[in-house]
């Protein structure tokens, strides 16, 4: 096996441990390792769908600020022909929750998904994936 370092913010590595303590894994490499699967499972698709079209759910939550508004406005703004569909609630005063629905190719969706992911913020965030069909209306 490969033996790798990465640093993680105290409170998110505390946040882990608890989990992965809870849920049974015998210790941290096990969890982190059922998570790269889990990462792996989520985000790719088989080459062959590099040229689909697809339909992504993405949903994430995130503590409201005026930087990360801003920053999905502009996402949304510069992706309005691919985000089919946007809903934002808010689950406390200062967190809220987004779904965005994309229609495009994979790899506009996969830009998109990744912007989003990689805003400073974002507290989590899933994707789920459908291949659409040529009876698939745009």
């Not at 769908?49 to 930087?67: L, N, P, Q, W």
């Not at 996402?75 to 965005?100: G, K, P, S």
Request: net charge negative.
């Amino acid at each position: 096996m490969t033996v790798i370092s990465l640093s993680v913010e105290s409170n998110l590595l505390n946040r882990f441990d608890q989990v992965w303590e809870v849920e049974g894994y015998h210790n941290r490499s096990e969890a982190v390792r059922s998570a790269m699967r889990d990462f792996i499972h989520t985000y790719e698709l088989p080459d062959p769908m590099t040229d689909k079209r697809i339909e992504r759910i993405v949903v994430f939550s995130f503590h409201d600020s005026k930087h990360i508004r801003s920053k999905l406005g502009t996402i949304q703004h510069d992706y309005q022909h691919i985000i089919a569909e946007n809903l934002h609630r808010h689950i406390f005063e200062d967190v809220c929750f987004q779904m965005l629905t994309l229609r495009g190719l994979k790899q506009q969706t996969d830009e998109i998904a990744g912007i989003i992911r990689a805003i400073r913020g974002i507290e989590s965030f899933h994707t789920f994936s459908v291949v659409l069909g040529p009876h698939d209306h745009e």
